[in-house]
């Protein structure tokens, strides 16, 4: 049984409820004894139980097992004809929007609503404390980062937006919320990478409807957003009341929808929202401008965030570490690269110090120091538990980080590579994109940054830290998301991937991509795709035949042509046969 993957708990405070499973108020009618939902609509308690209720991963079974959420059967079975319909046309599917709309199905009442606050308790789905919380994509509708991100957006935002984002895509919701911000009169600068500045259909968008948006001539990776931040001398003083959109997930659809990303909202955090406003205002000051709509003013901060500012404010549990220090301006308002690392640093002393256990999840994993460090600490310490979640696409890297890998291996770490497809491809990939490793299940480091050398030396990114009591449910979401993402694919009893084999090795058609990830080690991969190759040859990029050459010239430009491979003539059907290599 699979859990869903994320939730977005609001700052009003987390409060754990205390409730059996049991449904005997539910048991003999279609209403219990209480006349008012005992959750606050958009409370996080709400959006848990909306979250476990609207996972279409759950069947009947699983609401109605004691092992899954523990419903009443008969609030499993109306709660799942009302939210699929007939599951044979998903065009009636209907998500619960609200609890007021879940409280209308039949036997799921108080006790139907605190099972599945605990099932998402549960399962990390509801952590935080009143200031912090975070959302796991994948989501749908109202569940999203993107939905939070425009809520967020419109809740908070009065005087300044100052967004640093890698990727966006100018859409619904988060496009309808800067334009409101907009129309309140709230400043908003967009700090993009080069290709989303240069953009006319997002960079230049966003500067018709009235958004400054420059860029740097390094990577811009962050992915956050700072809401009515100390941007000036006026205003140094409101660093605690600043809101914090920050995480792994870009602005776009495919993170909100389809890859495995965390997205942490906070406020009250005056130490990081300093350390990112100065980072921010650094990069700006630095950066250059994108020129689609004529008029703007170079809006730079005049405020002055020094380390003795920053230290007033100084909090032993947090702390925002930044690729920006291994850089420094030019003339030209280019980047010099000062030949340190100093987030690296502190990952791998992070690393050395580990006590217990270390969990890694990360989209790449590529950075020999610490592999390196990895190693060490295993060699160190042999009792030492390592559980390291990554993205398909790193199946394929050789090398010294390839040695490394598999030298935590054969020192007792473990490996999972999250997989839907026998060749990598963006647009098929459902991406394992996190950037986050935990430390003896107390210390989280998460951010954009990812586990490269690239990532440190030419890239501008963050890795923010989060420690201590306060921070332990935030921290046990973390962990239990990683154990989901390493249980891709293993619900049934990892029948998932027998069932794959199986078709792959018997079927007309070979898949070449499938719809639900599954996780594996790097062995039990190799071995798919070698049963792969062997029923469709024409997947073997070095053989010299029309079919292999035909997969390799037009897979990267026409990867659709490619989800599956025909046994019985010819293997790549959906090529145009003038385009077909002869």
């Given at each position: 049984m699979r859990a869903p993957l994320g939730i977005f708990a609001t700052l009003l405070g987390i409060g754990i409820v205390a409730g059996a499973c049991g449904p005997a108020d539910d048991i003999g009618s279609g209403t219990d004894n209480a006349t008012e939902i005992p959750f606050a609509e958009g409370s996080p308690e709400a959006r848990a139980i909306r979250a476990v209720a609207n996972d279409q991963q759950l069947t009947v079974e699983d609401y109605d097992?004691?092992?899954?959420?523990?419903?009443?059967?008969k609030a499993a079975e109306n709660l799942v004809d009302y939210r699929d319909g007939d599951p044979n046309?998903?065009?009636?599917d209907n998500f619960f929007d609200s609890l007021a709309e879940l409280w209308t199905v039949p036997y799921c009442k108080k006790s139907c609503l605190i099972s599945l606050l605990d099932y998402a308790k549960e399962n990390g789905l509801y952590g935080g404390n009143e200031n912090i919380s975070v959302i796991f994509s994948p989501q749908s509708g109202q569940d999203t980062h993107l939905q939070a991100i425009a809520n967020t957006i419109d809740a908070e935002a009065d005087e300044t937006i100052d967004i640093a984002m890698y990727s966006y895509s100018h859409q619904e919701p988060v496009k309808g919320a800067l334009i409101r911000a907009l129309d309140r009169g709230v400043k908003i600068r967009f700090l993009a990478n080069?290709?989303?500045?240069?953009s006319s259909s997002k960079g230049g968008a966003l500067e018709e409807i009235g958004i400054d948006v420059r860029r740097v001539t390094k990577i811009m990776h962050h992915k956050f957003a700072i809401i009515d931040g100390p941007r000036d001398a006026n205003t140094l003083d409101r660093a605690a009341d600043t809101f914090i959109i920050s995480g792994s997930g870009n602005w776009s659809g495919s993170a909100a929808t389809k890859y495995d990303e965390n997205t942490l909202f906070f406020t009250g955090y005056a130490e990081l929202a300093l350390r990112l406003q100065r980072d921010f205002d650094y990069l700006w000051a630095g950066s250059k401008d994108v020129v689609h709509v004529d008029g703007f003013v170079w809006d730079q901060t005049t405020g002055n965030i020094s380390d003795e500012?920053?230290?007033?404010?100084?909090?032993?549990n947090t702390h925002a570490y930044l690729t920006s220090f291994n850089f420094a301006p030019t003339s030209s308002q280019g980047w010099s690269v000062l030949g340190t690392t100093v987030v690296t640093d502190e990952l791998v002393k992070a690393i050395g110090a580990a006590q217990t256990s270390l969990h890694i999840a990360s989209g790449h994993f590529v950075n020999e120091q610490i592999a390196a460090a990895v190693v060490a600490a295993l060699e160190n310490n042999p009792n030492l538990y390592v559980d390291i979640a990554l993205d398909c696409q790193e199946t394929s890297k050789g090398g010294n980080i390839a040695t490394l890998k598999s030298q935590i291996e054969d020192l007792g770490?473990?490996?999972?590579?999250k997989c839907n497809t026998y060749r990598w491809h963006y647009k098929f990939a459902k991406q394992m994109h996190h950037k986050y490793m935990i430390i003896d299940g107390t210390d989280l480091y998460t951010g954009s940054l990812n586990f490269s050398d690239n990532a440190e030396t030419n890239t501008f990114e963050n890795m923010l830290l989060f420690k201590g009591e306060e921070h332990r449910a935030l921290v046990d979401s973390y962990l239990a998301n990683h154990e989901m993402v390493r249980s891709y694919g293993h619900e049934n009893g990892g029948q998932e991937l027998t069932w794959l084999m199986e078709e792959v090795e018997t079927g007309t058609t070979v898949p070449l991509t499938w719809y639900n990830p599954i996780s594996m080690d790097l062995d039990t991969f190799h071995d798919l795709k070698d049963a792969i190759r062997d029923r469709c040859p024409a997947t073997k990029s070095w053989l010299n035949t029309p079919e292999a050459k035909t997969y390799n010239k037009w897979f990267?430009?026409?990867p659709?042509?490619?989800?599956?491979?025909h046994t019985v003539g010819y293997p790549w059907p959906e090529v145009p046969e003038d385009m077909r290599v002869q």
């Open positions: 097992s004691s092992e899954g959420v523990g419903l009443h059967k046309t998903p065009e009636d080069t290709d989303l500045a240069n500012l920053i230290a007033q404010h100084e909090d032993p770490g473990t490996i999972q590579y990267n430009q026409q659709q042509w490619f989800d599956e491979c």
